[in-house]
């Protein structure tokens, strides 16, 4: 099987297949309408590929996940934010002189301009932190122009590095605390915890249980090929837009609700139920009440159709964390609870609805002390070597060209212009 044939009306186009490598099959339909005339229309992408890439495999209906080959599940138990970094954005696992310079580098290039602190004066105190890490990642388009190859490979650094002071910086703001500078010392999730919550006043050291939980869920968050947000990096960098726009992009896209936003909207769905003090199938019949706007969050995914990889070693990891942690969390109970609801109603079960990765994750992150409105910033940071992996991919291939989708229009068919003193 090497081609397709379409007919449209009297005439057959043949058109080539392209076969990923787990044999994924695709119809390259480049030419179909410079042949035919004629568009694919697929409002939502559902069945669409916009690229071919080389980073992140996922199999839906088997729960694969796999970042440049590697399953989900080892890396998560046995790697570093890191290296997965650099694996995900450089195609290998670094050895052990490359992850070591590379863990260096992220750590020099935690600082941020001192100029850039001014910036946190003109926010409100109230500001959502997904509003200012956006704000704050664009602008560092202003301090670091991209000039040439060495150029770039350093903004990635700077990009990853500075990401986690832009973030505990935005949380410090919000809480009226000074802010806390990295320390070369740390690592990667160690600094970030760090900044977050040390005060000069006391010492403060980074609880290894937390460390470690960090590093998973930054992980676990790192690709997952071309959801929103990535796509959104691609077609904004597209353009040749500077990285730091199109993430900056991305990190916007990501912050909606059928996103990365859920992890914020789980709790907050949660909270509600346990307030409410009603009974789960209640909200479960709401869920599937087409009237009602409301959904469960956390639940359903475009791909995973019979379960999700992540959210399957979060709900593992969440009873670990919770317990090294000494913390009982009654939103972990009503949770489980909802979870065997769903998944004993028809409606969940035909629609192949399951838990995705936002549906535990926010109870580990509330574990951890992190505030409900950073949930989604700490969504951010995991995905960032993410984004710009394929960011990196696309500006490689010399024949990706920009994208530009096209449309069927519906609006009114061409009609006379009537001035104003004519229309009544
Ligand atoms: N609660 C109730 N019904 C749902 C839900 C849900 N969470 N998710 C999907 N459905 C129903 C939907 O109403 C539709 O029903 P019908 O066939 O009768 O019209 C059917 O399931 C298919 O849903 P869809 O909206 O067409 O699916 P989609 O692929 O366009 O959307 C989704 C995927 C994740 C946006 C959606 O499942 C959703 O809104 N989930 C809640 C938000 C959420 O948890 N988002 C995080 C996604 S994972 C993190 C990430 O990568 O972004």
Known sequence: MTSAKISVGEKDYELPLVVGSENEVGIDMTKFRAQSGVISLDPGFGSTGSCQSAITFINGEEGVLRYRGYPIEDIAENASFAE???????????????????????????????????????????????????????????????????????????????????????????????????????????????????????????????????????ILHADHEQNCSTSTVRLVGSSHANMFASMAAGICALWGPLHGGANQ???????????????????????????????????????????????????????????????????????????????????????????????????????????????????ALGRLPGWIAHWYEMRQDTSTRIGRPRQIYTGPAARDFVPVAKRG
């Open 84 to 218: 997965v970094s650099y694996m995900l954005i450089y195609g290998n696992l670094p050895n052990k002189t490359q992850l070591e310079e590379f863990s260096s580098k992220l750590t020099q290039h935690s600082l941020i301009h001192e100029d850039m602190k001014k910036f946190y004066e003109g926010f409100p105190a109230s500001a959502h932190p997904m509003a200012v890490l956006s704000s704050m990642v664009g602008s560092l388009a202003t301090y670091y122009p991209e000039k040439d190859e060495d150029g770039f490979d350093l903004n990635i650094i700077r990009l990853l590095a500075k990401a986690k002071t832009i973030a505990a910086f935005a949380y410090k703001r919000s809480i009226g605390q000074p802010f806390i500078y990295p320390q070369n010392n740390l690592s990667y999730c160690g600094n970030f915890l760090n900044m977050m919550f040390a005060v000069p006043s006391e010492p403060y050291t980074v609880d290894p249980v937390l460390e470690a939980a960090l590093n998973k869920l930054l």
């Open 265 to 379: 909207k789980v709790i907050e769905q949660l909270k509600y139920i346990q307030r409410s003090g009603e009974d789960l199938q209640k909200f479960v019949d709401r869920a599937k009440d087409k009237n009602d706007d409301f959904r469960l969050m956390g639940f359903g995914h475009r791909v995973y159709k019979n379960f999700d990889p992540r959210a399957r070693i979060l709900k593992k990891s969440c009873d670990q964390v919770l317990s090294k942690l000494g913390v009982d969390d009654p939103l972990l109970d009503i949770a489980k609870k909802l979870e065997e609801v769903a998944l004993n109603d028809e409606y969940f079960v035909s629609r192949r609805l399951y838990p995705n990765v936002d549906f535990y994750s926010g109870i580990i992150y509330r574990a951890m002390g992190i505030p409900t409105n950073m949930f989604t910033v700490m969504f």
